[in-house]
Every structure is written in structure tokens, then in C-alpha cells.
């Protein structure tokens, strides 16, 4: 099967997802298109690295993936194609790749360097799509590209490490209103070794990962009914810890983005200790 995954911040108000679909199926007519999203907040790198991150694993290797967020080339902003875990992703190089990888050496990288051989009308997204179906029919990453072996890192809202404490920012907030951070569980069991922690922002405290949402039921002489609206955290499917509120509902009883205060950008800790 040859699978082309979309993610991009264009939206389904207008004509482009259509139209970038249209032409990979005028470019490969044996394409099979399937949209991951299109409801990128605009230029968000690191929420378009987390949806691509959470999703990409889930398709066939071999799959392509083409992510159309900041695209547009310029001298600060060149078009990067890489092999990674046996997938191929097409992006701009402004962060979004090297937050997917997270400092590990990709199995090849190259700089697109085919936009002198399409016609002067070719837009960006015209140079992804000839990409993507070369790609797609098992074309070779030379063919399209110079081979690098660097590209732009994001150091800003990175999650770090410090003595006993993990820093983290929010990246995401889901339909649910669930609030997503770049800690990953496994800086987290690396970090804290079985110690005891404490998960903290905006003046307030979590000191227990859950297993899954239901846990919160603590007490057999109350049913889960009785916890809903408390805050809860997990490390959700894509390895990232999560701050929730069971069984919340943003259009009734609010959420975590909205009951807790969190927005992008929040600050994260986890605090561990001796």
C-alpha cells in the first residue's frame, strides 16, 4: 500500500487540503491519502512534532509523511526529506524534524534540491508533493535531494533536566482540553529512579502518575462518578505526561486548559526527592 499521511495547519475552511490532495493523486493516482490533521495551531512546530510523533507509528513502515506547516523557503528555511525508523517525512527545516528525533541520528537526510526542475509557477507545497510521490513509489532520497547530516535543533521549550528536577513546557491541549507536555516517560523513569516526586505549575501539586484515567477511583466505597473534576496526570499512548481532569467535557464542565489554567508554553516540573 503506498500510505501519504497529511498534517498541516491549513484547516478545512478553505480550498487547500483538497487541493494538496488533488494533486498528489494528479502526480500518483494509486496514493492512498490519509489526514493525521489539519487543525495545527498556525506555525506551532512543537505541537505539529508531537501529532506527527504520536501518529506516525501507527502506519506501515515505508509510509511518507508530509507535514505542511511553515513550508514556505527562504533563506532561513530550507526543505529537508529524511528516512527516520524505516518512515520518510517531508517537512521544512525550522525545528519540527529534530523535535521528532530527539538527537537521534536519522538513517539518511537530504536538502531538497529540485525546485529548478519544476515549472517557475511551483509553489512549495507543489515541490512536497513530488517529493512525497517519488517517495511513495520507492524512489531514492539522492534522487531529490543533496545529503545532509544536520538540521535546525529547537533549543526553546525543550524539556530539560536539572539535579533532581525535570523542566517541561506544555505543547498541546487535546479535543478533551487534556493538557500535553514534552516530559517523556522515559526521561522520567530515567530521572527519577523509583523516587518519590512532585509534579507542580501554576501553585498547584500532583504527586501520583496514574496508570490510565480510571485509577483516580481510589476507594471501593465511593463510585467513579464521585471523582470527576479532579486533576489527574498519566503518561498518555504517545509517552508523554499528561495532565487531565476525568471525565472532563470543555463544552459543560470545563477542562484542564480551562479549570486549571494551562495554555501553551506553561511551565512543567517534576520534582524529585533524595
Given amino acids: 500500500?503506498?500510505?501519504i499521511t497529511l498534517t498541516t495547519d491549513y484547516g478545512l475552511k478553505d480550498h487547500f487540503v483538497g487541493s494538496l490532495k488533488g494533486k498528489l493523486l494528479s502526480e500518483y493516482n494509486e496514493a492512498t491519502i490519509i489526514d493525521i490533521s489539519h487543525h495545527i495551531d498556525p506555525f506551532n512546530i512543537a505541537e505539529t512534532s508531537y501529532i506527527i510523533g504520536a501518529a506516525y507509528s501507527s502506519f506501515p513502515k515505508g509510509s511518507v509523511h508530509l507535514i505542511g506547516v511553515d513550508i514556505e523557503q527562504?533563506?532561513?528555511n530550507s526543505h529537508i526529506a529524511m528516512q527516520w525508523n524505516d518512515h520518510y517525512f517531508i517537512a521544512a527545516d525550522n525545528g519540527i524534524l529534530s523535535m521528532l528525533i530527539q538527537k537521534i541520528v536519522p538513517?539518511?537526510?537530504v536538502e531538497i534540491n529540485i525546485h529548478d526542475r519544476l515549472p517557475n509557477d511551483a509553489t512549495d507545497l507543489d515541490v512536497f508533493v513530488k517529493v512525497a510521490c517519488h517517495l511513495v513509489k520507492g524512489g531514492l532520497l539522492n534522487v531529490i535531494g543533496k545529503e545532509i547530516t544536520t538540521i535546525k535543533e529547537v533549543t526553546e521549550l525543550q524539556a530539560v533536566v536539572q539535579e533532581n528536577q525535570i523542566k517541561g513546557y506544555v505543547i498541546y491541549s487535546d479535543h478533551l482540553g487534556n493538557i500535553v507536555t514534552n516530559i517523556s516517560k522515559k526521561m522520567?523513569?530515567?530521572m527519577g529512579k523509583g523516587r518519590p516526586y512532585e509534579i507542580k505549575f501554576k501553585n498547584?501539586?500532583?504527586k501520583t502518575i496514574l496508570p490510565k484515567y480510571s485509577d483516580i477511583g481510589i476507594s471501593e466505597k465511593y463510585p467513579l462518578k464521585y471523582y470527576e473534576g479532579e486533576k489527574l496526570a498519566i503518561f498518555n499512548e504517545a509517552g508523554f505526561l499528561e495532565i487531565a481532569i476525568f471525565r472532563s467535557n470543555p463544552d459543560t464542565v470545563g477542562s484542564a486548559a480551562s479549570l486549571l489554567?494551562?495554555?501553551?508554553?506553561?511551565?512543567?516540573t517534576i520534582d524529585f526527592k533524595n
Fill in 1 to 3: 500500500m503506498s500510505i
Fill in 188 to 190: 522520567f523513569l530515567e
Fill in 204 to 206: 498547584k501539586v500532583i
Fill in 107 to 109: 538513517q539518511k537526510l
Fill in 261 to 268: 489554567g494551562l495554555s501553551y508554553r506553561d511551565l512543567i
Fill in 74 to 76: 527562504s533563506i532561513d
